[in-house]
Structures are given as C-alpha cells and as structure tokens.
C-alpha cells in the first residue's frame, strides 16, 4: 500500500516545566496534530503522528 506523507504539518504543542534548585529546568512538551499526518492511498485509513519532547537546561 502506497502512503500519501506530508510535508508539514499544524499542530498544539501543550507542556510544562519545573525549575530545579537554582541552575537546572526541566520540562515536558505534547504535541497534537490538528490534521492527519499521511493517508494510505486506496483506502480510507490515516494516521496522526502525536510526540513527547522532554527538555533539560542548566542556566549558567
């Protein structure tokens, strides 16, 4: 089955974060696709790439 990918893609992208003693952050980001991401050709089936980014900083 052939898949029909695109090349960008719109999104929310809802996260968090937490600063750690005086000099370390860390936080969580998801990011929600508002369209499909590809679609099969053929058929009707699609799918939605969802991610999880985790994020550390130091602050000199």
Same mark, same amino acid.
């Given at each position: $089955?052939?898949?029909?990918?695109?090349?960008?893609? $719109?999104?929310?992208? $809802?996260?968090?974060?937490?600063?750690?003693?005086?000099?370390?952050?860390?936080?969580?980001?998801?990011?929600?696709?508002?369209?499909?991401?590809?679609?099969?050709?053929?058929?009707?089936?699609?799918?939605?790439?969802?991610?999880?980014?985790?994020? $550390?900083?130091?602050?000199?």
């Amino acid at each position: $089955v052939k898949t029909d990918k695109k090349k960008a893609e $719109v999104g929310i992208n $809802v996260g968090a974060g937490v600063k750690l003693l005086n000099h370390l952050q860390v936080g969580a980001n998801y990011n929600i696709p508002l369209g499909d991401t590809a679609k099969f050709e053929g058929t009707d089936a699609s799918y939605k790439t969802k991610t999880w980014q985790v994020s $550390v900083a130091y602050i000199f």
